[in-house]
């Protein structure tokens, strides 16, 4: 999705809308009194975002380019950028544009723009395209014992789900009272606006464009489950604010699913009653219909409601066979998609999904935070759920899990039938394959002396040079977190010397002896490490130029702006690898889809003693073939070992 973001539409700015949702009475502990650590105790430490030069961009940019260009091509980039930055080019207009909507807004230039073009006029399904997934380590107090049976929800399922619940609203409710201590790296505040964005937000459909609502402090009483393909309140705090103990929202769980059971049961027979919940995975254009065909009925508005504003998603999946849950590449797939996108509310900026067998897995809305700021607090969930609980005492008056029901007309069930077609297809066209190489942990890479995001990407580099024959454009997630209200830019791993050190490493063995090699690696790797410390201070290419688009103001103005109509940037900006390093991946392992037709998505974790990673392609295309380019990696990775070691011996590194 991201290699598609540039959209042609100026981006209006989007207010940040507050939820169409009753008040509600805050949840028991929240308080407006500042406890000693604040989680938004940095914000006011934070620099802005600065706006990029142009002459700075431009030579960046123009870099960029020398490994995906041939000669004359190249020339032509450079009078494209030469005449779009000059004096009577479009870039120093587009640049004030720019420069002014940075004096006007309170807190970034990039946050509306970004928001809008990356995510919300984004039209195709969020289902894959947008949204993450990842597989949580096992748990071992929650392992169910003997055989599975389809349709059957286990206790280590509701056992494992209640728990790791219990610590997703110890999270919340320390967001609520700002306890939860604010992230810093190598001593630097790191923005935690996001992190008012995790709970109880929801992305909404709408035409041409969708919003992000949401409340901050969550004091939303509910948790929204999806089981059986049907959706289910459940309170997990009584009126007066008080959150249920752990066996109480396990009692919930189980509730609601013997309620559910019995609800199915009685209908056996009848017509099936399509889900609602289905229209999430869908085109947005086609759920902003469908939603304003619901919301026509006042008691499908009470419903969505309480979707919308659920604190976020419990995902109990029995309709899944057991070879599925068993092979780690099968059981991602149920994670990133669930079959035709079952069971599942994928507009939710949070969903838990537990399988039979104990095994958990979480599938996340993109759009309100990044990836590895949720992590954060699975992680600290992760941490906490195994062993004894110190739990609160059982709250009064717990009101029962209700089914939220919906009333459907033969416009939304077309609808309904419509998406799950093509959710189905989508999922059918996901291959996903996971690959451990044991012997290349960042313990040897850092004995080589080497950043470990470095060698990978460097390696990343290499092997899609040896199995296609040529570079890539190659996108990297980098933090903007140092930044009031920063979330990423891209880094552009691609580079000349990554370039000429893949065409040393497999060119004939004596067209490069070992110290041409070693050293044509260590220039990649520089070049890597420098474009990661620009991209990281707001020095990058790709969201400056997101932000002077943004400005162009007419079709007229477009033809002129002479770099966007350079085929360069098209190419340059067409991801081929989209890749982005979530480590660690001993408790947590994810996932995403490519952002091309005829892309890689690849996500990467660089544990201490070995290298995760997981590699996804589309089966529709041609040009890419995961299985092999997972196997290619494998073999890259083992020359660079041999390189390594072969370097070492000889005494070549220093």
Sequence with gaps: MIGRLLGSRAGRALPRPAPALAARTPVRGYSADAPAQQTFAN??????????????????????????????????????????????????????RLLEVDRQVAHSWLEDIWLNKAYLEWRDPSYINVNWFAAIVDNPDYRHAGPLVRGQATEAQLGRAARFVTHMLEANEALNRQQMPPDTQRGEPLCMNQFRWQFGTSRI????????????????????????????????????????????????????????????????????????????????????????????????????????????????????????????????????????????????????????????????????VDALTTARL???????????????????????????????????????????????????????????????????????????DAFFQVALQAAYYRHHGRAAATYESASLRRFLHGRTETIRSCTRESLAFSAALWGRRDAAPLGRKLQLFQQAVAAHIEYSRAAAAGQGVDRHLLGLRAQIRSPEEAERAALFQDPAFAKSSTFVLSTSNVTPGDRFRGAFAPVTPDGYGICYALDRADIKFGVADWLSSSATDGP????????????????????RARKLLS
Aim: glycine share 8%; hydrophobic share 45%.
């Design 205 to 368: 459909a709408r035409p041409h464009r969708d919003e992000v609502v949401g409340q901050y402090p969550s004091t939303a009483r509910h948790v929204l489950l999806m089981y059986r393909n049907q959706t289910v309140e459940v309170p997990v705090y009584n009126a007066a604010g008080q959150r249920a103990s752990l066996a109480q929202i396990t009692a919930q769980l189980a509730a609601a699913v013997r309620a559910t059971d019995k609800r199915l049961a009685a209908q056996r027979g009848g017509p099936p009653q399509p889900s609602v919940a289905n229209l999430t995975a869908g085109h947005r254009d086609d759920w902003a219909a469908a939603r304003a065909a619901l919301q026509r009925d006042p008691g499908n508005r009470e419903s969505l409601a309480k979707a919308d504003s659920a604190l976020f998603g419990v995902c109990l999946d029995v309709d899944v066979d057991a070879p599925d849950i068993a092979d780690p590449e099968r059981r991602m797939a149920v994670f990133a998609h669930s079959a035709a996108g079952a069971n599942r509310w994928f507009d939710k900026a949070i969903q838990l999904v537990f399988l039979g067998d104990g095994s958990m897995g979480v599938n996340c809305e993109h759009t309100p």
């Design 628 to 647: 092999a380019f997972r196997n290619t990696i494998y073999e890259t990775l083992a020359e660079l070992h041999a390189v390594g070691e072969d370097a």
């Design 43 to 96: 914000q006011a430490r934070l620099p802005r975002l600065p706006v990029p030069s142009l002459k700075a961009t431009a030579a960046r940019y123009l870099q960029s380019l020398v490994p995906l260009l041939s000669a004359d091509e190249y020339a032509r980039s450079e009078r494209a950028v030469s005449a779009f930055i000059g004096p009577d080019g479009m870039g120093p207009v587009l640049q004030q």
């Design 378 to 452: 699975l992680m600290e969930g992760m941490a906490r759920e195994t062993g004894p609980l110190k739990d609160t005492a059982p709250c009064s008056a717990l009101p029962a899990p209700a089914p939220i029901e919906w009333s459907v007309g033969a416009d939304v069930a077309q609808a309904v039938a419509k998406t799950r077609a093509a959710a189905g297809a989508l999922a059918a066209n996901l291959r996903l394959r996971l690959g451990d190489a044991a012997q290349y942990g960042a313990q040897w890479i850092k004995s080589l002396g080497v950043s470990p």
